[in-house]
């Protein structure tokens, strides 16, 4: 089914709704400012000093040019500084508080949900304020910026540290992906906002939500990879789209 706003029905399903999961994308974050991958908008952003993103965020810059990652990340923290949440972001952060149980799962590095008040939050891959020693691998927040020392130091050991997220090539954080996937399969409503589902294994989590019985819901403008399977496809924006949900009703 593709609806353009909320029904009754969809209301219904959301108020009879216990256990909940939630999956995020680039999109939710759209309406703050922050440019998506894919599904239009301007993506010139994703080529710095002449580098794509997938060269510039990979495991093997890490490696050979740690200095040279932060700096690309210090850029792309720069861009975020002034951003705040948006209703998308603040509707979800109070859905959280009505169910029995609420798991939100993130793909964004970008802070917004926590920002809007989120607590119970998977942050699949990492967190772009936060930091990971190359030697202990303990992590701390890093929120300076411009940095004032490149890499920043680990706390614990004084070692170089990283960013604390998922670079391409690199497998997920220990653990997440598990306690997401059994999040979405306890669910009986799960929710795909804002992303064009084609990144992998985070676009399996609807799939197997689907698969253990629960009802999906995505919310896009755009039809996207996963439309075939869901139940309901509201096409529309994040922000205007969350809210309806928990609007009083006259
Ligand atoms: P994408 O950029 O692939 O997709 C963004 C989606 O958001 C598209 O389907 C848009 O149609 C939709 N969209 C745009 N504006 C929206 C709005 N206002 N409300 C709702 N939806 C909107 O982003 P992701 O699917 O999150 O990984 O990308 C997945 C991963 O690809 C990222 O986490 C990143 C990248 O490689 C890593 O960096 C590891």
Request: glycine content about 8%; some cysteine.
């Amino acid at each position: 089914m593709v609806l353009t706003e909320v029904t009754n029905e969809l209301q219904t399903m959301f108020d009879n709704a216990r256990r909940v999961a939630v999956l995020t994308g680039a999109g939710i974050s759209a309406e703050s400012g922050v440019p998506t991958f894919r599904g239009g908008g301007d993506s010139s952003i994703w080529t710095w000093r002449g580098r794509p993103v997938t060269e510039l965020s990979s495991a093997e810059l890490i490696a050979s040019n740690p200095t040279l990652v932060w700096e690309w990340f210090d850029y792309r923290r720069g861009m975020l500084l002034d951003l705040q949440p948006n209703a998308g972001h603040y509707a979800l952060a109070q859905w959280e508080r009505r169910f029995e149980e609420f798991t939100l799962i993130t793909q964004n590095i970008d802070d917004l949900h926590r920002t809007a008040g989120s607590l119970n939050m998977l942050e699949l891959h990492g967190n772009i304020w936060r930091a990971r020693c190359l030697r202990c691998r303990s992590t701390f927040e890093a929120r300076e910026c411009p940095l004032e020392q490149n890499p920043p130091l680990c706390l614990a050991c004084g070692n170089a540290a990283r960013p604390d997220v998922v670079l391409f090539g690199e497998m997920l954080p220990e653990g997440i992906f598990e306690r997401a996937e059994e999040a979405s399969a306890r669910a009986d409503l799960f929710f795909v906002i804002g992303t064009s589902a084609v990144v992998y294994p985070a676009a399996s989590l609807p799939i197997v939500a689907k698969q253990s019985g629960a009802k999906v819901i995505e919310i896009n403008p755009e039809e996207t990879d996963i439309s075939f399977l869901v139940d309901v496809t509201v096409l529309g924006k994040a922000g205007e789209i969350l809210p309806q949900f928990i609007k009083e009703r006259g």
